[in-house]
């Protein structure tokens, strides 16, 4: 162990001067990075703690593959020398072993400690792997990596380097379709296509709405395509002048023919770049409300109605004074918008994913607010509803009597029991380790090995009797 980690020490210091770097290096373990904004508040940060599986606005981060019965994850990790250092990891859970890969390092962000600059995944028809790994403006560029093989994370290579945040790739039966952010002096939504994800079509801007004249706009967005990219679809909110502690309102918007065109849900034409408050397009009317509106996750149900989990609260600091922390599900129906409520948790940067089964609807997310209260994340729960979202109940209290927040749990596309959703630990009050996570609907959950001596692993069953 002395040796592995003077090893990673000397790695990381010929990394930080420029010399190496970890890309395409298997990792002994799974470490997940840990970060705070440093806009301190009497609560704590406005965010921080263990942010392997951060941002909401990264998309998908976890595919299930019928064809080899594997599911591959990406996740924000680091090395064993610190918490602090960007690894862009991925790794494999073999669903006939119940065993898992040591992880491999897509990209190394070179010294990055934000989470912001976390990976996003997409498989495409060949079984190769794709890897878009997000920047930051124009100062860190995104980079798109593939799997040298299909099925295979022992090497990726570089395709390009372009400005873009919060990947969101999604393949359809013809075409790739990338949903991304611009810094662009605000946060602005673009889109782009691809035949085979090696030549891309021009940025295209979607939305950017200034609250009124003479203000600068600004978005976040939770997209997800329908069958094969019969749709595409993005529900986004607003930030008033451009400031993303002002985000308000829920907008949606879908194209059915790749961005040639976008409509509203009822099929009328919308022009874009949007540029309207009033647009059809929008949803929900929250500004005049006085609410913010966090975006979490996004789904289309079997006839292609689309559905929002999102949290609304009274403000962006965290603490008792801008609660309740309201966790809502919007959703189209019968020829109108529904919205229900679900829930409260104790942080704007809660962050759960949202499940459509065939006999209930779920919600796994960290609304328990402890063991540390008003920080990001919680004890995991497991929300169910039979009735269409008119009632919600606690089903399953995952994690109990934690020593860490849980955070981030996210939805694999075509998730395969037991990985089912997946999740990071960490202190968000001080710094602490991160350590990554899976579990079911039945309640069990497991945790991935943070160290590794060899090459496939069974991760550790936590709640065993």
Not at 31 to 51: A, C, T
Request: charged share 25%; proline share 5%; glycine share 10%.
């Amino acid at each position: 162990m002395k040796y592995l980690l003077s090893t990673l020490s000397l790695c990381l210091t010929l990394s930080l001067f420029g010399q190496l770097d970890f890309r395409n290096l298997q990792m002994d373990g799974y470490r997940g990075i840990w970060f705070e904004l440093n806009q301190k508040y009497p609560y704590g940060d406005k965010y921080s703690g263990g942010l392997g599986t951060y941002t909401a606005k990264h998309r998908p981060l976890a595919i299930y593959a019928k064809e080899v019965d594997k599911t591959f994850f990406v996740y924000g990790g680091t090395t064993g020398e610190t918490y602090k250092y960007l690894l862009c990891m991925i790794g494999i859970y073999d669903h006939k072993t119940g065993m898992v890969s040591k992880p491999v390092v897509v990209y190394d962000k070179m010294g990055v400690d934000d989470p912001h600059d976390n990976p996003s995944l997409l498989i495409d028809d060949d079984g190769f792997l794709w890897v878009f790994v997000s920047g930051r403006g124009n100062r860190r560029p995104g980079i798109k990596l593939r799997s040298a093989k299909p099925y295979d994370i022992s090497q990726f290579d570089i395709v390009s380097e372009e400005e873009f945040t919060y990947p969101q790739i999604w393949k359809g039966d013809t075409h790739f379709i990338h949903f991304f952010t611009k810094y662009t002096g605000v946060r602005e939504l673009y889109f782009e296509t691809s035949t085979d994800g090696m030549k891309w079509t021009e940025d295209k801007k979607l939305a950017g709405i200034p609250n009124k004249k003479g203000e600068r706009a600004g978005h976040y967005q939770a997209s997800e395509i329908y069958q094969g990219g019969a749709i595409a679809g993005t529900f986004f909110n607003r930030h008033i002048d451009g400031h993303p502690d002002t985000r308000t309102d829920l907008y949606y918007m879908q194209t059915r023919d790749l961005g040639e065109t976008w409509e509203t849900i009822k099929g009328k034409r919308v022009k874009t770049p949007v540029d309207k408050v009033k647009s059809p397009i929008r949803v929900i009317d929250y500004f005049s409300q006085g609410k913010n509106v966090y975006m979490k996750d996004m789904s289309f149900d079997e006839a292609g109605n689309p559905y929002c989990l999102y949290v609304i609260s009274n403000g962006h600091e965290p603490g008792p004074d801008n609660a309740p922390y309201e966790w809502k599900l919007t959703y189209y129906n019968d020829g109108e918008w529904i919205t229900r409520h679900i829930t409260t948790s104790d942080h704007n940067y809660d962050m759960g994913s949202f499940y459509l089964m065939d006999d209930s609807w779920k919600v796994v997310a960290p609304t328990v607010p402890s063991p540390q209260a008003w920080g990001v994340g919680g004890e995991v729960v497991i929300w169910e509803s039979r009735d269409e979202g008119k009632t919600w109940n606690k089903s399953i209290e995952v994690t109990k009597n934690s020593a860490l927040n849980h955070s981030y749990m996210r939805k694999p596309l075509d998730y395969k029991t037991p990985f089912c959703f997946f999740w990071a630990t960490g202190h968000p009050h001080e710094m602490s380790i991160s350590e990554i996570y899976f579990g079911d609907f039945e309640g069990n959950y497991w945790k991935l090995p943070y160290w590794m001596e060899n090459e496939w692993e069974k991760p550790i069953q936590v709640n065993v009797d």
